[in-house]
């Protein structure tokens, strides 16, 4: 109880602190920022504003040559310009503080046990904020992490175009492990690369997460 609260509180003033320090670097493409959520609903899920940038940014993580920038460091950086983030202009210019290429902004909405997720991928160099992949997930609240691996699995797919993309999304809906999808997705980049022995044991390892993932067989 509440010393959860003042170590999440004491967690929360360090990061400010190395946020307030922190020169902005330059923005890679292949990092991303996952952004505070807006949450309509009621209180009780005010919690996921803040939750699902650490969730969606950990799930995110490691595919392929994709960063995601540190859950705490992003939320202090937030904090810092005031907690929220209206638009995509100035989900843009934080996350370019924050070093990050892309970005993602979502939104969370509730009725009784049914909680509805959206969340949209930008990529920040344009002009203009250019939406990269859209995912929605809804359902129970008690399934609240298969929701957010879901979602992550859509997004990873989502900003994976060109050739093969329609088979990246055969795989995403044959298994319901996150880490066999990123393993297959990273597996799958080797291949192309010509890099054939680090795909091989990418199969492999997607095989071993999730043995009925009959794409990562083939």
Same mark, same amino acid.
């Given at each position: 109880?509440? !010393?959860?609260?003042?170590?999440?509180?004491?967690?929360?003033?360090?990061?400010?602190? !190395?946020?307030?320090?922190?020169? %902005?670097?330059?923005?890679? *493409?292949?990092?991303?920022?996952?952004? #505070? @959520?807006?949450? *309509?609903?009621?209180?009780?899920?005010? @919690?996921?504003?803040?939750?699902?940038?650490?969730?969606?940014?950990?799930?995110?993580?490691?595919?392929?040559?994709?960063?995601?920038?540190?859950?705490?460091?992003?939320?202090?950086?937030? *904090?810092?310009? !005031?907690?929220?983030?209206?638009?995509?202009? =100035?989900?843009?210019?934080?996350?370019?503080?924050?070093?990050?290429?892309?970005?993602?902004?979502?939104?969370?909405?509730?009725?009784?046990?049914?909680?509805?997720? =959206?969340?949209?991928?930008?990529?920040?160099? %344009?002009?203009? %904020?250019?939406?990269?992949?859209?995912?929605?997930?809804?359902?129970?609240?008690?399934?609240?992490?298969?929701? &957010?691996?879901?979602?992550?699995?859509?997004?990873? &797919?989502?900003?994976?175009?060109? #050739?093969?993309?329609?088979?990246?999304?055969?795989?995403?809906?044959?298994?319901?492990?996150? %880490?066999?999808?990123?393993?297959?997705?990273?597996?799958?980049?080797?291949?192309?690369?010509?890099? @054939?022995?680090?795909?091989? !044991?990418?199969?492999?390892?997607?095989?071993?997460?999730?043995?009925? @993932?009959?794409?990562?067989?083939?």
């Amino acid at each position: 109880g509440a !010393g959860v609260a003042l170590a999440g509180a004491a967690v929360l003033v360090a990061a400010l602190y !190395g946020w307030r320090k922190l020169r %902005p670097a330059p923005a890679a *493409h292949n990092h991303l920022a996952v952004l #505070p @959520f807006a949450v *309509h609903g009621g209180k009780s899920l005010d @919690f996921l504003a803040q939750g699902l940038v650490d969730l969606l940014s950990r799930n995110l993580d490691g595919t392929s040559n994709l960063r995601s920038v540190n859950g705490a460091t992003v939320l202090a950086a937030a *904090h810092a310009e !005031g907690g929220g983030v209206a638009d995509l202009e =100035e989900g843009r210019s934080l996350a370019r503080r924050l070093g990050a290429g892309l970005y993602v902004m979502g939104s969370v909405s509730a009725i009784g046990n049914q909680v509805r997720i =959206e969340a949209s991928l930008y990529d920040g160099s %344009p002009p203009q %904020p250019a939406l990269v992949t859209q995912a929605s997930v809804s359902g129970d609240t008690t399934q609240l992490f298969d929701l &957010v691996d879901r979602m992550a699995g859509d997004l990873m &797919v989502g900003q994976r175009r060109g #050739p093969g993309s329609r088979l990246l999304q055969t795989a995403a809906v044959t298994t319901q492990s996150l %880490p066999a999808l990123k393993a297959y997705l990273d597996a799958e980049q080797h291949l192309r690369h010509g890099q @054939f022995d680090s795909a091989f !044991g990418g199969f492999q390892d997607a095989v071993q997460l999730d043995s009925t @993932f009959a794409l990562a067989y083939y």
